[in-house]
């Protein structure tokens, strides 16, 4: 077999300083997207630096009503957590929504933040594929590429982030904590990911050797009303065709805070921007809503067969802010 | 003739082997660790077509416990098999992407699998041809499907198709579908000097036997195969496949038990696949919906190594009263992987289409379906003109829609709303043949008491050994506890495969021949052997089917275009059901199969690449449990004389037939729009003019 090192540092520094000791290591977690890629040969580390077992795995609340969750927190324990569900529906919507049951409770909030895109092209070492071997090309673009991006995609990749709950998180304005040899920073979620351009082989602003160690969810998105829609192929354990992360605050009528994500549509979960800004301060009407998820879904550029997502993802994004508005005061 | 009157037959028996498989305890091919046994893995061929001409093989020679790499012409002393799909490692010639070209062999499978990556193949590629079928310059009329002409005309279809006073001209589409068992396909193979054994996954040890025989150049006592237990095959494992030849290969190669067990990313493109089908439907009906013409035409396409023909237009040849009918097919070789059979083969897909184009003349001519399809009920087979053994489907249908609630239906489509759902139900009538082949059996009577009946029967999930142990003990007139069955092995009498729903009739017959004269005459004892030839292979003067009927309901979200399926029914008239536990698992088991062909299931054949991009079970969508409702199969009792001594016909395969098109049926009645292509999954729903806004 591929003989790798396997490393089991006790703190976050260490793992750090292992990292800058074994160039091209990978961090290890709960390993269910990184051992299937091993076992592919799509990835084929000379170091695997388990950090299962740092003290990461916890939910904390912090004194300006955020709540820190750590790298390794699993899935379905965060899913599950019920300040979670009480202030963030959104985001445990998206949890268990992901994957399956069993992969659930292996994957962790880091390791879920850095899975790899499941273009099948990506992982077949027979096929082009510019993120796995750049300047390959991509055999996706005029291949199969139903499930593949219609918002932001490049020449040379039109993956999709398969993420379900960084589609939340970025919705909700939670920010990825990194320490690396330059110590700890914090970048937002909705900036975390990467557009494919000229380097898809990088998905995210992560330096080498940084290690993520926790997401913050900010106070700011805690208890305004969220939630999260997905539409794909079956009822469980298949991958968002697109999916919808919305926060929504209406006070008298008139939308005062409002985040939108869509997943399945992009290398990177795709905040609503332009959304967004023409909901802020109008009126939370159907018709503002459809008005404003227009303004965002006009940048589309769909392939030639996944027209279908920026209809899927509109309905989607509709439903899920009507769902969200109080209904309007009877005279 | 039917000879059974005991207790035992038609009780629900459990599983006899249901313990050791929820125990872990039941072996499967790749378990079997003979001392020193080795692991092999496949170098799928990188090109669509083109030859070999180099591998490197220094680089995996070099990984510390790799043994052996066999490259092409490593098996050219073998005997060219018959079926061109075992023809590898025989010439550098690569038929297909996917196509095996080189197989590592290590201590572990790890080492195989690095192996293997680490053999370098040059290819002198040359232009490849992945279709699509449909409107292909080399399309041609295979002269024969499954034992039946390729092409049925009679009554002049084209003329009378164009004087009809209804027409409906309709074309369906059915995607590349993959089988994807549980157990991959494996073997383990071991040579003791020239004697070969291997215990392999099949649905027929015996004919694995035979061709191990030929291309190794053995006598057939000389090969022992074992398939003890099967973890599905769906119609995949129903003829060898190239692990059975490359693992006795390797084997012999290296002196060493080899065990190789397919990646899963492997198994669609040398495992076999349902043929895409395009099928053109053309009905032709009076007013009151007789029908007048019944034209059924598919194009569909096989690889340049066999012809296979996915025989979907033959079920026209069955299922309606018509006084002129088209039946044809034509086929394409491309440079493709290999179909083959999947579960109901030919009758699956025939019946979506066919089905679905009866559905939409109901909804033209105004008519109940349920009442349409009665209406055209013919007296005796359609195209052979020779009566039916047995025949209720319209039992089915009139018991299913009393069972569904189907009165009083309005039968106005998208009218019926549930917030953003709109709902509707759907029927379709089901056929599938009665297929069944001479085999041997031994029945041995003990001297505690005990019978012990013998016979290479496969168990590949059906409950063969229980339902072999009924039919015995009702013939010896013995309580079912007393009867072992013994399976699964070469050294047992020679029996076809489990396939075509043939497995009960044939090997039951067989058993049953064998206990009945056991048991009228103990001093022929204490085994008697039992020989069905001649008998189980007459011709039959009767055309012989099974027949049911499909119900669904289902919602179809407009928001997102998913389609749960919310109730599902099944109404079979297959004769006498042996087992109740067992044959309703089959039942239910092919119509979760048809709910995925109908929703969530397909093969994208990549033009540029020649294979599919769904390689692992994450991305080729068989239904989960979420996707499976309220389901019901049932059965009415049938007696039917004219087929075998326990009046059985086969039940393995007729739940999926239909079910896809009930589902699809139903559609249209929540919708008001007619989806021809499967599956029905959100894009094509979102596609639909009402729906993009």
């Known amino acids: 077999m591929n003989g790798f090192g396997y490393l089991r540092p006790g703190s976050v520094e260490e793992a750090v300083e292992a990292y800058a000791a074994h160039p091209g290591a990978r961090y290890l977690a709960g390993g269910t997207n990184l051992v299937d890629l091993l076992k592919l040969g799509v990835e084929r580390p000379g170091t695997l630096i388990d950090i299962g077992r740092l003290p990461l795995g916890t939910v904390q609340e912090l004194s300006d009503g955020s709540l820190r969750v750590g790298a390794t927190v699993r899935n379905s324990d965060l899913a599950a957590d019920p300040r979670v569900r009480d202030r963030y529906p959104t985001l445990s919507q998206a949890l268990l929504s992901g994957a399956s049951a069993q992969l659930r409770n292996a994957a962790t909030t880091g390791g879920n933040l850095l899975q790899r895109t499941r273009c099948p092209y990506f992982q077949d070492l027979d096929k082009p594929c510019n993120k796995r071997v750049p300047g390959s090309g991509c055999g996706a673009r005029d291949g199969v590429h139903r499930d593949h991006a219609v918002l932001g995609h490049s020449e040379q990749c039109i993956a999709t982030n398969p993420s379900d709950m960084a589609v939340a998180l970025a919705a909700l304005d939670a920010r990825v904590e990194l320490y690396g040899p330059d110590g700890t920073r914090r970048l937002a979620v909705a900036d975390f990911h990467r557009l494919p351009g000229e380097h898809p082989e990088r998905d995210t602003w992560i330096r080498p050797g940084e290690l993520v160690t926790g997401v913050l969810l900010p106070a700011a998105t805690a208890g305004v009303p969220s939630a999260y829609r997905k539409a794909r192929d079956r009822a469980s354990y298949a991958f968002a065709l697109a999916s919808v992360a919305v926060v929504l605050r209406v006070t008298d009528g008139i939308v005062d805070q409002v985040g939108v994500a869509f997943g399945g549509l992009a290398h990177r979960p795709w905040r609503a921007r332009h959304t967004e800004l023409a909901l802020l301060g109008a009126p939370a009407t159907p018709a503002a809503f459809e008005g404003a998820v227009a303004l965002e879904l006009t940048h589309a550029e769909p392939l030639r067969d996944n027209a279908y997502k920026v209809p899927l993802a509109r309905n989607l994004a509709l439903d899920v802010l009507n769902r969200l508005a109080p209904a309007p005061a009877t005279a | ?693």
């Open chain 2, 1 to 693: 003739m039917t000879g059974t009157t005991g207790a035992a037959l038609g009780a629900p028996a459990e599983r006899r082997e249901g313990r050791q498989k929820v125990t872990g305890a039941a072996r499967y091919a790749a378990e079997y660790a003979p001392p020193g046994r080795v692991h092999a893995w496949p170098v799928p061929a990188a090109v669509a077509r083109g030859r070999v001409t180099g591998v490197d093989t220094s680089a995996a020679l070099a990984l510390p416990g790799v043994l052996a790499v066999l490259t092409p012409s490593d098996a050219a002393g073998l005997a060219a098999p018959e079926d061109g799909t075992l023809a590898v490692l025989r010439t550098p010639d690569v038929p297909h992407r996917g196509w095996c070209v080189a197989l590592a062999v290590a201590e572990t499978p790890e080492t195989a699998r690095a192996a293997a990556r680490a053999v370098r193949v040059d290819y002198a590629a040359k232009p490849h041809d992945a279709g699509p079928a449909e409107g292909h310059p080399d399309a041609y009329e295979p002269e024969d499907v499954v034992g039946q002409p390729g092409r049925v005309e009679y009554g002049d279809p084209e003329a009378a198709y164009a004087a009809a006073e209804v027409r409906l001209d309709v074309t369906y589409r059915v995607p590349p579908l993959h089988n994807h068992p549980m157990e991959p396909h494996a073997t383990t193979a071991h040579w003791d000097g020239d004697r070969l054994t291997v215990y392999t996954s099949t649905q027929g040890g015996t004919t694995v036997r035979s061709v191990l025989a030929g291309m190794f150049r053995l006598p057939e006592e000389r090969v022992t195969v074992v398939a003890e237990h099967v973890g599905g095959g769906f119609g995949s494992k129903g003829t060898p496949r190239p692990d059975v030849v490359l693992a006795a290969l390797a084997a012999r190669h290296t002196g060493r038990p080899v065990t190789l067990a397919y990646p899963r990313r492997y198994l669609p493109t040398v495992a076999g696949h349902r043929a895409p089908t395009v099928q053109r439907l053309r009905l032709g009906a009076h007013p009151d919906g007789r029908l007048t013409a019944l034209l059924h035409e598919v194009t569909t396409q096989t690889s340049r190594v066999n012809e296979f023909v996915e025989h979907a237009a033959v079920v026209s040849r069955v299922m309606y009263a018509t006084p002129s009918l088209l039946s044809t097919h034509r086929v394409v070789p491309l440079d493709v992987p290999t179909p083959s059979w999947m579960r109901a083969p030919g009758e699956a897909p025939g019946m979506y289409a066919l089905e679905s184009a009866v559905d939409e003349l109901a909804d033209a001519l105004g008519t109940d379906p349920v009442e349409l399809r009665v209406l055209n009920e013919p007296r005796t087979e359609p195209a052979g003109g020779k009566p039916f053994s047995s025949r209720h489907v319209v039992e089915c249908l009139r018991e299913g829609a009393r069972r569904f609630g189907w009165a009083g239906r309005d039968p106005r489509p998208g009218i019926r709303r549930e917030g953003p759902l709109l709902l509707g139900t759907g029927v379709a009538a089901a056929t599938y043949p009665v297929q069944v082949a001479p085999s041997t059996a031994t029945a041995e009577a003990r001297p505690d008491g005990t019978f012990v009946v013998r016979i290479n029967a496969a168990d590949i999930g059906t409950g063969a050994r229980t339902v072999l142990a009924q039919i015995a003990a009702d013939a010896l007139g013995v309580p079912l506890d007393r009867v072992r069955t013994e399976v699964g092995h070469s050294d047992l009498p020679p029996a076809p495969l489990a396939g075509g729903s043939s497995g009960t009739a044939s090997w039951g017959w067989a058993v049953h021949e064998a206990c009945a004269r056991l048991a009228a005459h103990p001093e022929e004892g204490p085994t008697v052997r039992a020989d069905t030839t001649g008998k189980a292979d007459a011709d039959s003067p009767y055309a012989r089917h099974a027949f049911g009927a499909h119900f669904a309901e289902v919602a179809v979200d407009t928001v997102t275009g998913e389609i749960r399926v919310r109730r599902l029914l099944g109404v079979y008239a297959a004769g006498r059901i042996l087992n109740a536990r067992t044959a309703r698992s089959q039942f239910t088991g092919a119509m979760i199969m048809g709910l995925g062909m109908a929703l969530t299931e397909h093969s994208t054949l990549d033009p540029a690449f020649g294979d599919f991009p769904e390689a692992d079970l994450a991305a080729y969508h068989v239904p989960v449990q979420a996707d499976v409702p309220d389901i019901e199969a049932d059965w009415i009792d049938e007696h039917d004389s004219h087929l075998n001594p326990m009046g059985s016909k086969g039940i393995g395969e007729i739940g999926i037939v239909g079910t896809a098109a009930a589902i699809g049926n139903a559609v249209h009645h929540a919708t008001g729009i007619r989806f021809r292509e499967l599956p029905l999954t959100p894009d094509r729903i979102l596609a639909a003019p009402p729906y993009q806004g």
